[in-house]
């Protein structure tokens, strides 16, 4: 079926660059995205999210970019800290009262 | 606001016992729960849709009779694994959506609980 993914299981930075994390969807019916921060033994973490009629939404040291003509999303961390390391998934929302479907995840790295 | 909690975080239970798992709404009233499965360094993986008061829809090779979801109420829902086997060994995760949002919200999730099976 049609599934959300990404291009980079893993991602390493050092503290202080800016980081990108890309995402690519497949369902062109998609009209809401979110990303989510997972911790070990955690539950995700809502961080950002950006609705189909918007290319750009920024948040605190977070900015989500979409690009609905190859169905591209991507999360930009700046000043990028320790405590960023984490998975980071890309969801997306197919439809009203469905669940998210949520992407392969993407491991960041950050080190002092 | 929107906190979603899940109970318990860890078990540890012999195979072919049944355990129970909650997802608790805390300060919002959840008409839809849905549950998640995640084998390690891989993602989410959507194992059924709980309304409120009605069956729950399983996704395609998720067994009804082994993953037992109630609804009862706005406020809970549980997931039973029964006859509990080494392969059902898994994070599972529970998010909830209120009632009267809108689908282009957030969905909250729980923290998730580490199930073993020995």
């Known amino acids: 079926g049609e599934s959300v993914g990404l291009h980079l299981p893993t991602l390493s930075v050092q503290e202080g660059d800016n980081s990108i994390i890309n995402c690519a969807y497949s369902?062109?019916?998609?009209?809401?995205f979110i990303w989510y921060k997972q911790e070990s033994g955690k539950g995700p973490q809502f961080i950002i999210d950006?609705?189909?009629?918007?290319d750009k939404r920024q948040g605190q040291r977070v900015t989500v970019l979409l690009n609905k003509t190859v169905k591209h999303l991507s999360l930009q961390i700046a000043a990028t800290q320790p405590g960023d390391s984490a998975v980071y998934f890309c969801?997306?929302?197919?439809?009203?009262?469905?669940?998210?479907?949520f992407g392969k995840g993407t491991t960041l790295s950050v080190s002092s | 606001g929107a906190v979603v909690s899940q109970h318990p975080s860890r078990v540890i239970c012999k195979s072919g016992t049944s355990v129970k798992i909650e997802c608790r709404s805390l300060?919002?009233?959840?008409?839809?729960m849905f549950w998640y499965r995640q084998f390690p360094k891989q993602s989410l993986m959507l194992m059924a849709t709980?309304?409120?008061?009605?069956?729950?829809?399983?996704e395609q090779g998720v067994e009804k009779d082994k993953f037992l979801i109630n609804h009862a109420s706005l406020t809970l829902s549980t997931l039973t694994v029964t006859s509990a086997h080494p392969e059902d060994s898994s994070f599972y995760i529970c998010?909830?959506?209120?009632?009267?949002?809108?689908?282009?919200?957030?969905?909250?999730f729980g923290n998730g609980t580490r199930l073993t099976v020995t």
């Open positions: 300060d919002f009233q959840a008409t839809t």
């Open positions: 969801a997306e929302n197919p439809g009203a009262g469905t669940a998210l479907i």
């Open positions: 950006i609705r189909s009629n918007m």
């Open positions: 369902n062109s019916a998609s009209d809401y």
């Open positions: 998010s909830a959506s209120s009632k009267g949002s809108s689908y282009n919200s957030p969905l909250h």
């Open positions: 709980s309304n409120e008061g009605s069956k729950a829809t399983y």
